[in-house]
Structures are given as C-alpha cells and as structure tokens.
C-alpha cells in the first residue's frame, strides 16, 4: 500500500492579512501547495513558506491561479489561452526562483479551484 500524502494550501497571507498557520502545517505535511502570488500570497510570505518546507523536508508544489487577489482566485474569469499559459508559465517561474533561494525546488504543479 501507497502511504498517504498529507498537503495543504500554503503561502496564502498578502501584507497585513495573515491567512492560516503555516508553520504549524509543515509540522503535518508531506508536500505544500505554494501560493504564487496571483490569488493569494506576497513575495515576503511566500519566501518564508518556502523557507521553511525546505527546513522540514516537505515537497513544495507551484499553487498557480488565475490573477484574481480580489476575489482569492474564487470569481469566474474569462482569460485568452495565450494570457493563461503565460500566466501560469510566470508563476512557476517566480515560485521556482523563490524556492532556489529558499534551498528547494518546485516539485509539482497544483492549479487552485
């Protein structure tokens, strides 16, 4: 039997907003679906997310969106495929800088919603 891979949604807080208890999840988790900056997620945070999976051996995953931090990815949104793929092409790329810096890497790739 296959052992169970435990992940959560990470890197969401932006700014002053705080937005779940990271550190506490990495104690848990088996892999972490970064935030990317589009629907959720600052530089800052993001940074400290990944910081600290690296520390703790937890897989990070690339939580890419569409660009909607009003509406936390949750709204409709009609996006030219072009648009899209370079959307999400430039998400996994900041995540994948981020990470180096942080001393790990992106794994996989979670779409939100």
Request: one cysteine or more; hydrophobic letters at 45%.
């Given at each position: ?33 970064v935030a990317c900056g589009f629907h959720a997620g600052d530089a800052a945070g993001i940074l400290a997310t990944l910081k600290a999976a ?60």
């Amino acid at each position: 039997m296959s052992p169970i891979n435990l992940n959560a949604d990470l890197g969401e807080s932006f700014g002053a907003w705080r937005m779940g208890d990271d550190p506490t999840l990495l104690q848990i988790v088996n892999s972490a679906n970064v935030a990317c900056g589009f629907h959720a997620g600052d530089a800052a945070g993001i940074l400290a997310t990944l910081k600290a999976a690296a520390a703790r051996g937890v897989a990070v995953g690339a939580h890419v969106s569409y660009p909607d931090l009003a509406g936390f990815g949750r709204r409709n949104m009609d996006v030219a495929s072009a648009d899209l793929q370079a959307d999400v092409i430039y998400q996994i790329g900041a995540l994948q800088g981020l990470a180096r810096v942080a001393g790990t890497q992106v794994r996989y790739v979670k779409p939100h919603g």
